[in-house]
Each structure stands twice: as C-alpha cells, then as structure tokens.
C-alpha cells in the first residue's frame, strides 16, 4: 500500500497498532508500530547475495514519509553497489560506542582492571605492589584519559616516587608498562608512554646484606618472650627459613604433627615448587601452642582469617627496636639463617634447598633431589646453636662431618673382590 502521513497520524492516534505495513512507492520500506511501540518506527529490508537483512531508518518522529523514502532510496543505491548496510551500520554503532568508552577510559581505570584481570591472577604477593601504584599515581594525573597520557606525565611519576619511596618506583614504573601492554592489546591506544624509560630512570635498588650476629641474636632473644605471638613468628622464622608471606599463612593442614613435617604447597610458594619443611623440637612445640590457640585453623589466625604482611610490620619493629638493633627488618632473620648454615660448613645446594630457592643451570632441571635429611640436619644445626645463644652458652661452631674419602670404597675394588 501507499503509505502518507495524514494515514500513519490516524493511527497513532487511534493507537492501531500492527506488525508491518510495505510503502508502494519505495522497494523495501516498511513501516511496524508494535503494542510495545509509542511510535511506529521506519525499517528498510533488502536482500544481498541471497541473505535477507533488515535495516533501522528511525522513529516516525524524526523521519516523515517523504524522507523515508529519501533515505531507504539512498540505501537501495548503495546495495545494489554491494554494501551491507545492516552490517556497516552496527560497525558504526560499535565504533562509536568504544570511542566513548576510550575517552572516559583513564589511567585509574586501567590499573584497576589491568589488575583484577592480569596481575592479581599470575603473582602471589599483589596487593603490596598495588599499594604502591595506588600510592604514588597522583589524582590529577590518574583522572586523565589514558589517550591523553603522555611520557611528560609518567616522568612526573617517577620522579615523585623517588623522592617519597626511591624503591618503589622501580615497582611502579613495571607496573606501568605491563599496563600499557594490556591497554594496546585491547586497543584502549596504540602507543606505551613508559616505553622508553627503564632503570636508568627509576632509584637504585640496593642489595640488602643485614644479617644478626651472634651479640645480636643474644639482644633479640632477650627481648623475646614465650607467650608473645611476634617472638614465636620470629622464632619458628629463623627455625624453618621460610619466607614471611608463607609462614603467616600457614593453615592447620599444612602440617604433619606426628612425623614433624610441614607441607608447603605449590600455590604458596615463591617458586612456584612444593616443599617438606623438617620441623625440628623448638619449631615443632611453636605450631602445637599456636594451632592450639587457633580459631580457624590458621597458625598465625585473625579475624579476618590470617596475618596478613603489613600486620606484623609493626610489630617487628617494635621488637627489633627493644632489643636495639637497629636498621633491621624481617627478611634479615632469613638472612642470618642462611649465613649461619654456610658458618656450620653446609653445602651450599643444602643451603639453597633450605630457602626453597630455584637453583639455576643444569641442577634445576636434573636433579630431582629433595635433600630432606640434609636440611634435617641443617636445621637442627641452627636450633642447637639458637638455644645456645638463649642459654648463655658456648657457641663455638662445628663444621658439619662431611664422608671420610679415605673410607669410600672405589668401584672397581668392590667388582674385583666379588669376582
């Protein structure tokens, strides 16, 4: 039927609604005014290398009869060209919408989703470092639109972290560029601002070497009491060698009272590599008293399920000022262990197995070794010495027995007398 507006406006007003109605004067327009439609809505429906699609004109409101068909006129013309213009239509529509999204995309933003989505899902230890990148990306700056990001503004990043925490802006400045890469990825931009910055730019970070000597150790565990949570973290910390994130989330399950054993899983470790951690008598009195005390099964337990790192920062440090050593931190007890365990005359690898490090080279990939009675015995070296040092006694240092060579039978003197 031929369709005009005096029509279309009686039945608006009449409210006759129906599915749709073809316009004579214009091949493929058609005009529906559906019962959930205020107003009837222009469509134009064509046919292109045998795949029937309908296209959106607009509301009767915007669009008379006569431009309508103007418009479903010019469609026509471009599908006889070959153009799919249902198809270039939602491409335009996609286009514009992630338009809109790049330009209230914002620096904030993009840490926050680059974190939820990425780096919180492949490292284990992520929520300091976010502190760290939340911390030092200022309002002003963070509020931008990541296109409009500049390398001026990652310069004024960095050299205000340097400043405030000269560490963390070597954090900061990593963080940034795994950012950008996510961001160009999804085509938020096509450039990294951080690019053609690297250390040069961020602070020095300084190889740590503190470790406590034996006049120290006497300090601390002067200062330490029995019944005091932080003396028994730091005591069961220098008895296992663990670092400090996997011993504060140590779970009842983890370990084996009977056979003194504790059961690091993968999951939790640095290296990615599950451990059996020998605990010796000291270590082993520790977990018993603190599961027994325990209200979710956690060894170091609160309300919120376990300690977390920055809750015991200050109490670390409270303990290590009583006891007057200054400069010192956590990871320092670690530190001592292991150069404790070289002064006994521990073979390195054991010493290594120890700390559950990765040893690198051929020894990685080949030797399968656990060396769980080595570090037995290595840990029983340094709970000797520790109650030494807490009992006043004498500390002088026995180097580990290694085999006698003289007493190793050669092989070919074993073949010889068998045969």
């Known amino acids: 039927m031929q369709l005009h507006d005096l029509q279309i406006k009686n039945w608006i ?39 029937r699609s309908t296209l959106t004109i607009g509301s009767y409101d915007n669009f008379t009869v006569s431009l309508a ?26 286009d514009a919408i992630k338009q809109r999204k790049i330009e209230q995309y914002t620096l904030n933003t993009l840490v926050d989703e680059y974190y939820h ?18 911390k030092h990306i200022p309002k002003k700056i963070g509020e931008l639109p990541l296109v409009n990001i500049k390398p001026i503004h990652i310069r004024q990043l960095l050299d205000t972290c340097k ?6 802006s070597i954090i900061l400045l990593g963080f940034l560029k795994e950012s950008f890469k996510y961001a160009i ?13 690297g250390r040069e730019d961020t602070a020095t970070a300084k190889v740590r070497e503190r470790f406590f000597s034996d006049a120290e150790l006497i300090k601390l565990f002067s200062a330490m009491s029995s019944d005091c949570r932080t003396s028994r973290a730091v005591m069961l910390w220098l008895l296992t060698c663990t670092r400090k994130n996997e011993l504060l989330g140590a779970h009842e399950s983890e370990f084996d009272l009977i056979n003194s054993v504790w059961t690091l899983p993968a ?21 018993k008293s603190q599961l027994a005390i325990s209200h979710n099964g956690f060894l170091f337990a609160s309300p919120r399920g376990h300690l977390s790192d920055a809750g015991m920062v200050r ?28 002064r006994f005359g521990i073979e390195w690898h054991t010493r290594e197995r120890c700390l559950n490090h990765i040893i690198g080279g051929v020894e990685r ?55």
Request: with cysteine.
């Open 163 to 168: 400043k405030q925490a000269p560490t963390s």
């Open 13 to 51: 007003k009449n409210q006759e609604h129906f599915e749709s109605k073809t316009d004579d004067n214009q091949k493929g327009l058609i005009l529906c005014y559906r019962q959930s439609m205020k107003t009837p809505v222009w469509k134009f429906r064509f046919q292109l290398n045998g795949k």
């Open 315 to 342: 109490p670390f440090y409270k303990l290590f000022d009583e006891a007057g050593l200054l400069d010192s931190r956590a990871h320092d007890l670690r530190r001592t262990s292991y150069t404790l365990m070289a």
């Open 117 to 134: 989505q990425r780096f919180k899902l492949k490292r284990k230890r992520h929520e300091s470092t976010y502190y760290i990148v939340q």
């Open 365 to 419: 990939h080949y030797n399968a070794h656990d060396y769980f009675l080595e570090r037995k015995r290595a840990l029983e070296l340094l709970e000797s010495h520790y109650r030494k040092l807490k009992n006043g006694e004498s500390t002088n240092v026995i180097p580990f027995q290694k085999p006698d060579k003289a007493k190793i039978v050669p092989i070919n003197s074993l073949h010889n007398s068998i045969s």
């Open 69 to 94: 068909r103007k418009e479903a006129k010019k469609l026509s013309a471009r599908v006889d060209l070959g153009e799919d213009v249902a198809l270039q239509k939602q491409q335009a529509k996609a």
């Open 185 to 197: 990825k999804a085509e938020l931009i096509d450039h990294c601002p951080a690019l053609a910055f």
């Open 267 to 287: 999951n939790r470790t640095k290296s990615g590599k599950a451990i059996e951690i020998p605990l010796v008598p000291d270590a082993l009195a520790i977990v």
